[in-house]
């Protein structure tokens, strides 16, 4: 049927009218107040601070707005930190719901344990409620910590917000040692505060640089860490809570506070001293004094400890590698019947030259120690620098005394107590103890980066050796790779290697009065030229490729392998080769023998018979009749 014009016309008006009608009939809005969500919309103002350090101007941050479940609803707000205080300001913000996450994404900060911004962003966050037309809150490291241990209790065990962010702030803090104060709520916190409350948020807040050796990447690795640990209990894993209490014995209140007061001054601010000592349970290493605090040493007299202490360990090293040429059975040459014990690995536990060798191994530790210690509480900063410096020859005096007698007894920098060699400790598990010392050998290179490049190389070097012995070949190939690509060493050739400091990334020279100080029989062991060598360039190299090997990257492994054959204008390994790891061993035994490094790699490398081969020596007698808690090694 075809409609006319008209017809067409009445039925539109018609149908029109029944839409009308009909939607005049629907139900209004389940809405008590009979308002739309955008009726129902609250005006807020939210000012405050974004501190880690404080951040600097022009960082971005953003409010989410959350609905009753705590998901975002996605309207958000952007504005930028107004000043290097960290201020911000949100104005006149319409929510329909009173939460919202503050988060600070990217921002640079001040870092208060170096002294210096960041190098890298960071990104914070914060869950606030807003209770009130106008507010003052702070975004900080302790809101960051507590958003998911509060949202966890929140959702699972029915806590209202303000209870659940309580209990959130109190489990951190017994996290991370802080003694029993009256907290309040992490978001109301600030640097610029002065109490007990800031001054432990400046603990944690300090901790936290320690333990991620002041690395923005490592830091939100740790961030996240423990936000994730503490989620569903609230308590930290005994591996975390060792490494923050290590990390506390590492904080130097002074240079914190003097850092911290300094960068506010500059801004306008004048801030109080935080005690930080009284904050914490665990025992803050200033407030040890052995000799008083601070310690006042001229420089030149200082000068003068430290040569003495380079004599001590070289004294030291040059016995430790003649000791580890005759275990690793690659001394050649004539030498006293007498060390036949040591090639042949039968030493007793009452030989003299193990009893010598073993005391000018500790006595230099213990002398590096002591010395740092003078450092640490010098009032001079380029006295105070030295700590950083000596904390890779500390390194590589456990390393080398861990290579022949295993677990070692164990003296932390800040623990110290200048007694005799016979000081009642027990031995310590060297992992634990190698674990430690990366974490040191880290915060000083990342220290000495832009004082001492020499020491700040050194510490690298340091790091990846020892993250070898962990098993850690992550961490060994990237500071490996940091040296061979920062372009400050090549490989020497192969006759000028032991002549020219062209590939030592930490040695010196015999010359310069540090040379050969251990005039003996096996002197032709050790002294193969006129530069002794600490570490290397091609032990680098080495690293990198037992890292590679390690990580199932046979391709890389055997191209760091060819940079020394083609040194050497040796046949070049072929990436299809099926025997790498006897390759890296062999390669060892090559270029490194008599240098202190082949021993170490053998029992890395090595297994079953073979690696029995190799035994540790064993503890003097003398030692074990004056440290009741000494337990010798097995097998004696």
Not at 102 to 126: C, F, H, M, R, W
Not at 148 to 162: C, D, N, T, W
Not at 260 to 288: H, I, M, N, T, W
Request: glycine share 4%; aromatic share 12%.
């Amino acid at each position: 049927m075809i409609l006319s014009k008209h017809c067409f016309i009445n039925w539109i008006i018609i149908s029109f009218s029944i839409v009308l009608f009909s939607s005049s009939c629907k139900k209004a809005p389940n809405n008590s107040e009979g308002k739309t969500d955008e009726d129902k919309r609250t005006v807020y103002k939210i000012h405050g601070n974004v501190e880690k350090g404080p951040f600097v101007k022009g960082s971005s941050l953003f409010a989410f707005e959350l609905d009753e479940s705590y998901n975002q609803t996605g309207r958000s707000f952007r504005t930028e930190l107004v000043d290097d205080k960290g201020r911000f300001n949100f104005d006149d913000i319409q929510l329909t719901h009173k939460y919202v996450q503050l988060s600070i994404q990217g921002g640079y900060y001040y870092d208060e344990v170096l002294g210096k911004l960041s190098t890298s962003p960071l990104t914070l966050n914060a869950i606030v409620s807003l209770d009130k037309p106008e507010e003052s809150l702070n975004i900080n490291v302790l809101t960051h910590l507590e958003q998911k241990r509060a949202l966890f209790l929140i959702k699972q065990k029915g806590y209202s917000f303000e209870d659940a962010k309580q209990q959130a702030q109190k489990e951190i803090y017994d996290a991370f040692y802080i003694k029993d104060i009256t907290a309040q709520s992490a978001e109301t916190l600030s640097l610029i505060s002065n109490s007990n409350n800031s001054s432990a948020l400046l603990g944690i807040s300090s901790t936290l640089l320690i333990m991620a050796a002041s690395d923005n990447a490592r830091l939100t690795e740790l961030l996240s860490q423990i936000s994730i640990d503490l989620e569903d209990d609230g308590v930290l894993a005994d591996q975390l809570l060792w490494e923050i209490e290590t990390a506390i014995q590492k904080l130097n209140p002074k240079v914190i506070n003097d850092n911290l007061k300094k960068r506010y001054q500059q801004l306008g601010v004048q801030l109080a001293e935080f005690p930080l000592a009284s904050v914490f349970k665990v025992e803050l290493p200033l407030d040890y004094k052995p000799t008083g605090s601070p310690i006042n040493i001229d420089f030149r007299d200082f000068n003068y400890d430290v040569s003495g202490i380079k004599m001590w360990f070289t004294s030291a090293q040059e016995r430790y590698l003649s000791t580890e040429a005759l275990l690793a059975k690659t001394a050649v040459g004539n030498y006293p019947s007498t060390y036949n014990v040591f090639y042949t690995n039968n030493v007793f536990p009452n030989n003299e030259k193990l009893l010598e060798i073993y005391e000018f191994a500790y006595r230099s530790l213990v002398e590096l120690i002591h010395i740092s210690e003078n450092a640490y509480n010098s009032p001079n900063l380029e006295i105070r620098n030295y700590e950083q410096k000596f904390m890779s020859l500390i390194a590589y005096q456990y390393w080398s005394i861990t290579n022949l007698w295993d677990n070692p007894f164990y003296y932390d920098i800040h623990n110290y107590i200048p007694l005799h060699l016979s000081k009642q400790v027990a031995r310590s598990n060297k992992k634990e103890v190698y674990s430690k010392l990366i974490s040191s050998l880290e915060y000083a290179s990342n220290k000495l980066e832009n004082i001492d490049l020499k020491y700040a190389d050194f510490a690298k070097a340091m790091i990846a050796k020892l993250s070898l012995e962990v098993g850690d070949y992550q961490r060994a190939l990237k500071y490996s790779i940091l040296l061979v690509q920062s372009n400050r060493y090549e490989l020497a050739k192969i006759n000028d290697i032991h002549n020219t400091k062209t590939e030592s990334i930490f040695g010196h020279n015999y010359a310069d009065g540090l040379g050969s100080t251990y005039d003996n029989e096996l002197k032709h062991l050790y002294a193969k030229g006129t530069y002794r060598h600490v570490v290397r360039l091609t032990e680098i190299y080495l690293i990198a490729s037992e890292a590679y090997y390690k990580l199932n990257n046979n391709q890389e492994a055997i191209k760091m392998l060819n940079k020394l054959t083609n040194r050497d204008n040796r046949a070049a390994y072929s990436n299809s080769t099926i025997n790498i790891h006897d390759h890296i061993i062999n390669e060892y035994k090559i270029q490194m023998q008599n240098e202190g490094v082949y021993l170490a790699a053998l029992r890395r490398l090595s297994s079953g018979s073979t690696l029995n081969l190799f035994k540790f020596l064993p503890i003097p007698f003398k030692i074990l009749n004056e440290n009741a808690l000494a337990i010798q090694n097995s097998g004696y």
